[in-house]
């Protein structure tokens, strides 16, 4: 079974031409996922000289992990955003969403992105009865920002799924998916053509912010430049201290079956849908693009040195689901960080001469692209970079240095609370 993921295998990037940093740089880019990629599209065509490096290889992180599932969902809901950010901002936060994957889908037309955007919808399954309240308190507010939400009784839930699994559910038909990986060969064909350079297997550290410059160790070079991005998301580690504090990484591990018969894999997808659980500790899939296969990623503790220990769970989550695909094997299993937020919302702005875009809350396919672009805007200090969150204070917690040890016990909890009745779901 290979421990990289499905959409590397297939997303044939382009040939990187050999490049090098040098001591003095307009603008360094940390990490070469959506983000990274995305802000630096948009600052090389405003004219400004960017070079994107990344601590493994291009789209080493959860841009080319994830489950290609678009969306546009803002975490939090409508009461706790009202509360903490009041009414109006709460709407704004969430129409954020919206304006994303509207933007995702323009943009991937507009640059003529070959990566299987399609709109196929996506079915949110409740594993309880009693988790219908919440899913229609959520249809409820999707209707609200403009994006269509159907609820689904027990009786139709063959229309989406192929399971005896799930006691009714959501349907939102506006979500789309995309094959992740060729979304990202796209993007780095482009920044390619702008003229930026892109390093693979060189880690920024020591990121320090001066008065006139900033200054990092790019591998074992000394580089001062005038600005830097972090798109570094749930891989962020110690190279900046201020950004560290600020984002929580949380593993998810995700498999692919073997190649399947189409016929067998549209029987348990008939549309085709994305599919989520209404479970804290979520599990999601899919069919990939070809409909040859089925993909699916759950939340899991994860012993990142050993992916496969992870699997056990990961495979009996999905026999739970498709109990028919017990004689089906594994081809693929891989893991990723998720960057989370305080907040649970993501974060873009400019602290000093560090410009971000991160913390997207496992939901950062669409509201990369958008933030990208409003990142860069921020950055020339052009119109159109304001977004929903830019009130949105990025908040550390005391003692928080990105310790991991409390994963744990939260998905032990997390495990409990999905067994016990309650009308709350993990989604939105
Ligand atoms: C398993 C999984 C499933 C997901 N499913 C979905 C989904 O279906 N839909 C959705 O919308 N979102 C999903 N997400 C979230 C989405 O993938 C991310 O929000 C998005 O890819 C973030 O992109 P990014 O460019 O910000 O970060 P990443 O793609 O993670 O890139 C960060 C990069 O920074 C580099 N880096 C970190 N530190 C340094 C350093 N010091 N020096 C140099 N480089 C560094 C890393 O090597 C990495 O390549 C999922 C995430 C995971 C992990």
């Not at 090098?20 to 603008?27: C, F």
């Not at 875009?357 to 119109?383: D, E, F, P, Q």
């Not at 495990?415 to 309650?422: A, E, F, G, K, T």
Request: glycine share 12%.
């Amino acid at each position: 079974m290979s421990e990289d993921s499905l959409w590397r295998a297939e997303m044939a990037l382009p040939e990187i031409p050999q490049a090098s940093i040098n001591a003095r740089e307009d603008i360094v880019v940390v990490g070469s996922g959506f983000s990274g990629l995305h802000t630096a599209l948009h600052l090389a065509r405003a004219g400004r000289d960017v070079v994107i490096i990344d601590a493994g290889r291009i789209g080493e992180g959860c841009s080319t992990r994830n489950g290609g599932q678009v969306s546009s969902e803002i975490h939090g809901g409508i009461e706790r955003l009202s509360a903490q950010y009041g009414e109006d901002q709460a709407l704004e936060i969430l129409r954020t969403g919206v304006r994303a994957h509207q933007y995702l889908r323009c943009f991937v037309a507009e640059e003529g992105i070959e990566c299987d955007y399609q709109i196929c919808g996506h079915f949110i399954g409740a594993h309880r009865a009693d988790r219908m309240a919440g899913l229609e308190e959520f249809g409820s507010l999707q209707r609200l920002i403009g994006t269509q939400a159907e609820l689904i009784p027990a009786d139709r839930v063959g229309e989406f799924i192929s399971t005896e699994h799930f006691a009714g559910g959501l349907h939102l038909p506006d979500w789309a998916s995309v094959h992740p990986g060729r979304l990202l060969a796209g993007l780095v064909k482009r920044v390619l053509k702008e003229g930026v350079r892109i390093i693979p297997h060189t880690r920024a550290s020591q990121i320090e912010d001066h008065d006139d410059h900033i200054s990092l160790m790019a591998g074992d070079k000394a580089v001062r430049a005038e600005q830097i991005v972090m798109g570094t998301d749930g891989y962020t580690d110690g190279a900046s201290k201020w950004v560290q504090r600020r984002v929580v990484s949380l593993a998810s591990f995700v498999m692919a079956t073997e190649l399947m018969p189409k016929t067998s894999v549209s029987a348990l997808y008939p549309r085709a849908s994305m599919i989520y659980d209404t479970r804290k500790n979520i599990s999601y899939h899919r069919p990939t693009p070809d409909g040859r296969r089925v993909l699916m990623g759950t939340v899991v503790p994860l012993d990142v040195d050993n992916p496969g220990g992870s699997l056990l769970r990961a495979r009996s989550n999905m026999l739970r689901v498709f109990p028919q695909l017990e004689e089906v094997s594994l081809e693929y299993a891989w893991s990723g960080w998720v960057g989370a937020t305080f907040s649970r919302l993501p974060h873009v702005g400019v602290h000093g001469r560090i410009g971000y875009a991160i913390g997207y809350n496992g939901t950062g396919v669409a509201m990369t692209a958008y933030l990208g672009r409003a990142l860069a805007r921020k950055m020339l200090g052009h119109a159109g970079g304001e977004t929903g969150f830019d009130h949105v204070p990025f908040q550390t917690k005391p003692f928080f240095r990105g310790q991991t040890w409390y994963r744990r016990p939260v998905l032990a909890l997390h495990d409990v609370q999905d067994r016990l009745p309650s009308s709350k779901t993990g989604f939105g």
